[in-house]
């Protein structure tokens, strides 16, 4: 199976899979959350920092964690393989630091790692794309934090097909041209924009609001390509990001970009969350597809990390 088929059909199966995932252990008391890992594995991390707002959280995409992490600091270590050498560095510190860890990978030189320093860690499903994993990374750590996910009602929004089919038309839309994708939530905006790098394998511009009001605006007065806009709106976006939007979209438009909305209704935060990261998931697939691109290989990521 590769990143076509576990988007378009296996992402729901892949949530009600990764349920369990993470109840098994307990946490002792913590302080600080650092989700340490890089890419894909390093996305949770931006998630769960929207989602859990009793206790700081941070994503640290590098070789060193913060020096203010310390004893009472929990670090998530997250690798889908095991062997990203960014993230095996920051456990070693964390290990140094006596943080209180727990690993989530498929395998590799970090479950070896746990192992041999009795540390624990969620071994997930071995086989999928990182960026294609998403359910196994996240859930376990949401199920970690006891936060509760009702995952129950999200499977059926998955596998909507009227979301498919929108999507399917976006990527019609998208094709040939440099997305630019406008949220109020920097993790979604994000996640499109690696999707549609690592899938669909083109360049993609991606901001959130209110920030790009005050830098990326300004590159509409020159533009140097040929942009479709996608903006996404959440319905806890307050009044004034609203009017933001609204603005920004008329500003843009008089430049001759054409613009697709997504407008996320519903009343729990992490399905909307989802379902806003899933529509870019499915379109990055679908625009590999009308590219004729393999959406599995990442040929250049592969080659580089061997060339380092
Ligand atoms: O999507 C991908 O394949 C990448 O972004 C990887 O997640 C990234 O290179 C890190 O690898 P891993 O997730 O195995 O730690």
Redesign the pocket.
Known sequence: MGVYEDITENFSKFFRDANEFGREISLKPFNYIFIA?????ALPGDVVKVLKKDVPVETVRSYSLPKYANEESLVLVV???G??EE?LQMYNEALRKKCQIIAITSGGKLSQKCLSDSIPYIKIPSGI???ASLPYLLVPILNLLNYDMQLDSLYAQIENSILKGKAKELAEKLQGKIPLIYSSIPPVSYRWKTQLN?NAKIHTFANAFPELNHNEIEGFENLNGEYYAVFISDEGDIVRIKKRMQLTKEIIKEKGIDVTEIAMKGRNEFHRLMIEMYAGSLTSVYLAELNGTDPTQ?DL?ENFKKRL
């Open positions: 890992g890089m890419g894909a594995s690798s889908y393989s062997n990203t993230t794309q990182p960026r690592e990442i990521i």
